[in-house]
DNA sequence: CTGAAAGCGCTAACAC
DNA sequence: GTGTTAGCGCTTTCAG
């Protein structure tokens, strides 16, 4: 069954043809390849005929670093995201369009770790991508400052960057948020909860500051009401302790993202669900299916994928043009969850 | 907001500092400075600190393209998946593994697609990638075998490769489909049918054969109960009128894969689905919170994942090796839907 | 229309 | 220890 191998010695990589070899192969010189290689229209036909039949005698393939290196563009553009193989319609957009435009595209997990966000980045800058786009971690990114001072343009998606001056494009928390809680209110809610990330995280931050103005300006204390924090099932399952079995227990939630709500789910069992109104923010998949449907505050994450790289392209296009930050509005998806009344 | 692209002029991309600017900058030799950036020992200490000194003033990064062209080696290997941005444990396992090795993971999507599989995979070839790792979608790679034989090591994931002899990790599908039917036929039920996919594909060939292996080593007639076809809502609402509402109807169904699943589930809306016994091909995403939560015959992804880079790893190293095609088991997740009794 | 020669930015022999 | 000199495989002036 190896016998297709059978020329190969251990550890011997057979060397490549390179368009030297396709010239002599073809007797002609080597800048006669390269027009054919790369569809020059100002060669001969019966030149061009011989170069073809040599590349393929030879199985030439153009090696495209050496290209690259000679054309100084890569074709590629670099996406860090928290996490490749999870849904991401934001990267399937990116890689999509990248594809139309004849770019590749290198996608890798920043995995939520900031060094590792950091090596990423560097390591892609190494490699003199055209652009990159970047689901920012760190708290600050302004080692990336001689990059971008050396041209490299740079899109941050969802979040900001901090410490440097970079396009952006992001939900608008603050309205999702909003939404969420007014169409638990006018279900006759008047003790909502929020349990939801981090506040050291951006939208974090963003959202439980969003909540606690929405609970103002309702007249609402604040409470035992908002529960930004760690997203361990331990920290969940107490602050979903407070908001329900507290002295004024709440008879609505909104969940700050989807590992929120689906720890929430999980942690409310079959039938408590029912019971409780929930709004969750961000989509949950198979959200339809559950019972009762979960109704969510979903964000366009195809059209901020869409944006982060046209955003990109029109960096790529003119460095100079002024910096540009896209607030991508949400969508309420009623299903049944929410509209539990009071 | 943009002062800190002022220096740019519109289009005018500032040139990067070269081995060379820093040499002249540190006053020292090119090699020098190479040694330096690649950590020789054998640099003077003041001199290291010279060129080191010169870089920072420099913002100077090496070229990452130019080193592959001189060494030879990308220090990258590819990964031509159906589909980055959704769930796919065994592209995580891959990323992971690869970043372990200090190996640059460059994922694409072949997005179902024969033609863009192939020009991913000759993209690849052309960017001298050190590895490929594929989920096959088209029914012939006899393409790449001029790249085999120029050394390119690939290994497939998920289905074999036809054309061409390449190592291959994949599922015990037979098996699968084999615990799946024994565990309804356990809870009593007799008839028992599969909707799945098209038997043009090789796993939707795989698991349909062993379903009708399973009926006839249990004596049962196999029409009406075995129904292979295209993923669309309207096929499997038909494939599931036909088991259900036949002669003989069925009292429990195998589902072949993730999507038939949850297109099933849609079908049969909140209460049918408790009274149909059902099993699932496939993990599914918060399979633990439906209703009845679903029983799944689970691929072991990350295994099969790691298996597929160690794969690629031991050809890399010896290219001659004999051809090794890895079958994974499958594990079968007891969580309701499947223990509803005939 | 075609060819010779220079060079992209780096590493690797081989002197010194 | 350090510098000099060739290339890696390609594209690109610039002559013919």
């Known amino acids: 069954m190896s016998s297709a191998r059978a020329g190969n010695r251990a550890g011997v990589r057979p060397k490549r043809p390179t368009m030297v070899d396709v010239a002599r ?5 080597l800048r006669t390849v390269s027009r054919v290689v790369n569809n020059d229209p100002t060669v001969g036909p019966e030149n061009a005929a011989k170069v073809r039949v040599a590349i393929a005698t030879l199985n030439f393939r153009p090696d495209e670093r050496a290209r690259q290196l000679r054309t100084g563009i890569t074709g590629t553009i670099g996406a860090a995201v928290r996490r490749i193989a999870e849904v991401n319609p934001a990267l399937a957009a990116i890689e999509q369009t990248a594809r139309t435009w004849g770019q590749t595209l290198l996608a890798a997990s920043t995995d939520f770790d900031e ?11 190494r490699q003199r991508l055209d652009g990159i ?3 920012p971690i760190g708290e600050s990114h302004s080692y990336l400052e001689p990059e971008l001072e050396a041209g490299i343009p740079v899109v941050a998606m969802d979040r900001p960057m901090s410490g440097i001056a970079a396009d952006c494009v992001m939900s608008d928390n603050a309205s999702g948020i909003g939404m969420a809680f007014h169409h638990l209110h006018g279900h006759g809610h008047r003790r909502i909860a929020y349990i939801g990330d981090s506040e050291r995280v951006f939208s974090g931050r963003e959202r439980a500051a969003a909540f606690r103005a929405a609970l103002r300006s309702h007249g609402q204390p604040v409470e035992g009401l ?3 924090g760690e997203l361990t099932p331990e920290r969940v399952a107490a602050a ?3 908001a329900l079995h507290g002295a004024a227990p709440a008879t609505a939630l909104v969940t700050g993202n989807m590992d929120t709500t689906i720890a929430v789910l999980r942690l409310l069992g079959r039938e408590a669900a029912s019971r409780l109104a929930i709004v969750g923010f961000d989509e949950v998949p198979l959200a339809d299916l559950l019972q009762p449907a979960l109704t969510v505050v979903a964000q366009d994450t195809a059209t ?14 003119d460095p100079a043009r002024p910096l540009q930050t896209v607030i991508v509005p949400l969508e309420l998806r009623i299903r049944g969850s929410g509209e539990v009344r009071a």
Do not use: Q
């Open 25 to 29: 192969e073809a007797g002609v010189a």
């Open 115 to 125: 060094a590792r966000e950091r090596e990423i980045l560097i390591s892609m800058c």
């Open 133 to 135: 786009i970047v689901e």
């Open 226 to 228: 908002v529960h930004p």
């Open 240 to 242: 979903l302790d407070v």
């Open 304 to 317: 901020i994928g869409r944006t982060a790289i046209e955003l990109l392209r029109a960096r790529i296009a």
